[in-house]
């Protein structure tokens, strides 16, 4: 694709979209004046970094706030309005006078007396000291760690999962799936909740459809609570998108250019005013990606020696998503909130599979599939909510529905040569459809100073309905007929009715959180292909969940944590039909409608101290998995002689993990800054498996080792608008009896400039510099050895811009108001709509 190619997609898709949406919000933004002034002293001489604060007279929701520079002066948009101003400085008397503002200009003088006492010592010493002080990118809280992307320069332009990569204790691994501590069953929420932004199974397509620009920071729960939905044994990603924090109408738009062609423009808008908050968020995107995967097979028996295997799938993405939503303040204590988001997703794709394969009495084949889909994803959700505050204590009352709907459609044409013969073609045709509810109720009672009591009600409900149909025509029959054991009908339900209750509380130095849930749930499969193979399951669970946090607080910012959390993994609904999928007839997912839920008890002993310039966070963790969940991979021979592999999920045994999960930021310098993550950890697995009806002995999973995972970003700072970053990423070799999985490592870089007096950013980034992310591993089967390759995405890099609307200054909301986006306690009950 050529340079004129990528800025017709650019400009054709998205840029009409975003344009649209930004000048119907500028309205909106002509609210307000331009005022500006000065501070002086008494001799009028002006007053470095005093304090102005504007409070609006009739409505407080219009005040607002400035910081005198180092000349005395200061500037910020204003609604016309009568004013009280508060001025206050150090060893300066605070000053209260009125104003009305009516138009923009300058407002004069304001002058302020000194302290009988002062010296102006202090004030002196102020000078050259910057005010604005950088958030940490990363916290530790009792129950979880908060992820700050702002600082994140390498995935600046990028997307979710490019956001994750970067995120401690998280990896993303080479075919897109996120694992914690190198488990790969994360529970995803967006704003505190699953949501049909992250489609259908949460796949890797999804996490590259929300845009870097609109996550506001990551929440990384590694040990639920009993307040937490129980689901995800490895834990919980809280995905938190931008909220409004100003007053009167703010907004951004970042575009994004790059190779592998990549492009993208997204819009954030927001508006406050009186009663009435609201937001827009908007924009689209294209996106090209390369899939390279080998597969080298060496067999100990049979009538073929080796097969050697290449597949190598190209694919183009075009993604658009839009959110918009509103709350309104009933009363001082009461508000409702309601949004709704859109979000669509197509895809078309192009595979070329080819096999060698060398046979016993010495002669070779040489084979060709050529695989072209065609896919379409579309996601509604609709999310209606009411918050009271019954009082000014603390005791809160939160309810809150959200409706979910998923459609996916998914094409694809599968044509098959045998030394350049045809063999076959298939024509698969898959659909997905999926509804759920989502109701919660939440309710918080204070005790005292120091303890609080929380509970809660929950009910899920989810339908997944599938359907497969694959049409095959070959060279002994070419008429097309379809593949019976293949093209299926089945439906998924589930529902789950959960209850928390939780106590939180501090005597002296120690806190302490005790909860515990209970989740009441029913999954119903009904399958059905052509062949006349039905099969029909129902599964019921009844299960307790306990948490205990304690910390004890040596001092300010240093403590330790010691918690517990028992955990379910439900099977994804995906890996239980049977049959789900048909892309290669010699590679085969095949569902196990028999699998059932693993459940982990996880235990972690921390320490975490914060000072000025750095922040350490160890953890000992050990976690106990039984029924764990494993990949079964195994082999058939037709009559034809050819050979077929299968992965299939099956429950195996218990899995023991242990180690130290090492966190820490580092400013060395002013001018550079280190942000490391480290994670020692052993591992143990045990367990056998057969099945008569495809294999011929037992298969032992049992396994045990010693691996690594490291990260470290390195910032410098050449000056105050240009910032530069190197991340390095490494994750040791991991051996079982089945599998033997080498090492790996990236480099990526990034830079940031700030223009346009603050109101521009423009980056740069290039990931995996030296295009070494791909996983390489070696599976050992009863009578064959499998060296395997896989690289989800080659080296590749991006130009992004983005500018700011004209914005006031932050200001503090009433604690009564919770925000669209908000998620103020960091778990899936408390998360808004979106």
Do not use: C
């Amino acid at each position: 694709m050529n340079k004129t190619e990528i800025i017709n997609i650019f400009t054709k898709k998205t840029l009409g979209l975003t344009f649209v949406l930004s000048a119907a919000a500028f309205a909106f933004g002509q609210e307000k004046v331009g005022i500006s002034g000065t501070v002086v002293s008494k001799s009028n001489q002006p007053v470095p970094y005093a304090s102005v604060t504007f409070s609006n007279k009739q409505n407080k929701l219009l005040s607002d706030a400035a910081l005198t520079d180092e000349k005395g002066q200061y500037k910020l948009d204003l609604a016309p309005g009568n004013y009280d101003i508060t001025v206050e400085a150090i060893d300066y008397k605070k000053s209260i006078i009125n104003k009305q503002i009516a138009t923009a200009g300058n407002i004069g003088a304001l002058s302020i007396d000194p302290e009988k006492s002062a010296t102006n010592l202090k004030t002196g010493d102020i000078q050259g000291v910057t005010i604005t002080v950088q958030a940490k990118p990363y916290k530790v809280e009792l129950d979880k760690r908060t992820y700050d992307p702002s600082q994140d320069i390498v995935s600046k332009g990028g997307n979710l999962q490019d956001v994750l990569s970067n995120v401690p204790s998280v990896s993303v691994e080479t075919d897109g799936t996120v694992s914690m501590r190198g488990s790969s069953n994360v529970k995803f929420l967006i704003n505190g909740k699953p949501s049909a932004l992250l489609g259908i199974d949460d796949g890797a397509n999804a996490l590259q459809s929300i845009p870097a620009d609109q996550i506001d920071r990551i929440e990384v729960i590694t040990n639920p609570s009993s307040k937490f939905e129980a689901s995800g044994t490895a834990g919980i990603l809280n995905i938190i998108l931008k909220k409004n924090k100003k007053m009167g109408f703010n907004g951004s738009v970042i575009g994004n250019l790059g190779y592998l062609p990549q492009t993208s423009l997204n819009t954030n808008l927001s508006w406050r005013k009186g009663k009435f908050n609201w937001f827009l968020n908007g924009g689209g995107g294209y996106r090209e990606s390369k899939n390279t995967n080998r597969n080298n097979s060496f067999f100990s028996s049979g009538t073929t020696n080796q097969i050697d295997n290449e597949s190598i799938t190209k694919s183009k993405n075009d993604n658009y998503n839009a959110s918009a939503g509103v709350i309104y303040d009933i009363t001082d204590k009461t508000s409702i909130n309601a949004s709704g988001t859109v979000r669509t997703f197509d895809n078309q794709s192009n595979g070329n599979v080819t096999y060698n394969d060398y046979f016993s009495n010495n002669t070779t084949g040489f084979r060709q599939r050529l695989n072209t889909g065609n896919g379409n994803n579309l996601a509604f959700q609709g999310d209606f909510g009411l918050d009271h505050k019954f009082d000014d204590k603390g005791q809160n009352l939160s309810l809150s529905a959200s409706l979910q709907r998923n459609r996916s459609n998914n094409d694809t044409d599968i044509s098959d040569t045998n030394n350049g013969i045809f063999q076959l073609q298939d024509l698969v045709t898959q659909k997905t459809l999926n509804k759920s509810f989502i109701g919660k109720a939440d309710y918080e009672l204070p005790i005292g100073e120091n303890s609080k009591i929380e509970a809660g009600y929950r009910i899920d409900v989810n339908r997944n309905n599938y359907n497969n149909m694959v049409i095959e025509s070959t060279a002994s029959h070419p008429l097309s007929s379809y593949l019976e054991d293949y093209s299926y009908n089945a439906t998924y339900k589930e529902m789950f009715n959960a209850f928390y209750l939780q106590f939180k509380s501090k005597v002296g130095k120690l806190g302490y959180q005790l909860g515990l849930r209970d989740e009441i749930s029913k999954v119903d499969i009904d399958y059905l292909n052509l062949a006349g193979g039905a099969q029909k399951t129902t599964k019921n669970y009844n299960n307790l969940f306990p948490s205990v946090f304690l910390s004890y607080e040596i001092a300010k910012d240093n403590q330790f944590l010691i918690n517990y959390s028992r955990r379910i993994d439900r099977p994804r609904s995906f890996f239980m039909i049977p049959n789900p999928s048909y892309n290669d007839n010699q590679n085969i997912f095949d569902g196990n409608i028999d699998l059932n839920p693993s459940y982990v008890d996880s235990y972690e002993f921390g320490y975490s101290i914060s000072k000025k310039n750095f922040t350490i966070n160890p953890t000992l963790y050990y976690r106990h998995s039984s029924d764990d969940v494993k990949m079964l991979v195994y082999k058939t021979v037709d009559a034809n002689d050819i050979t077929t592999f299968h992965t299939k999920p099956i429950n195996l045994g218990n899995d023991d993990r242990y180690g130290l999960d090492l966190n820490f930021n580092w400013d060395a310098t002013k001018w550079l800054k280190f942000m490391g993550n480290v994670d020692l950890f052993g591992y143990k697995t045990t367990g056998t498996f057969f099945d008569a009806k495809t294999m011929d002995k037992p298969m032992s999973f049992d396994g045990s080792g010693f691996s690594t995972r490291a990260r470290l970003t390195s910032t410098f700072k050449v000056d105050k608008t240009f910032n530069f970053q190197l991340q390095g990423f490494y994750r040791g070799a991991q051996k079982t009896q089945s599998q033997d999985r080498k090492d790996m490592y990236a480099v990526s870089f990034g830079a940031s400039k700030t223009i346009w007096n603050g109101n521009g950013t423009i980056g740069f980034n290039i990931q995996d510099i030296f295009n070494t992310r791909a996983m390489r591993a070696t599976t050992y089967g009863t009578d064959f050895t499998r060296d395997s390759y896989m690289q989800w995405q080659p080296r590749q890099f991006a130009l992004s811009l983005t500018y700011r609307f004209k914005q006031g200054e932050k200001i503090d909301q009433p604690k009564k108001k919770k925000d669209i986006n908000s998620n103020a306690a960091g778990d899936d009950q408390q998360g808004g709509p979106m």
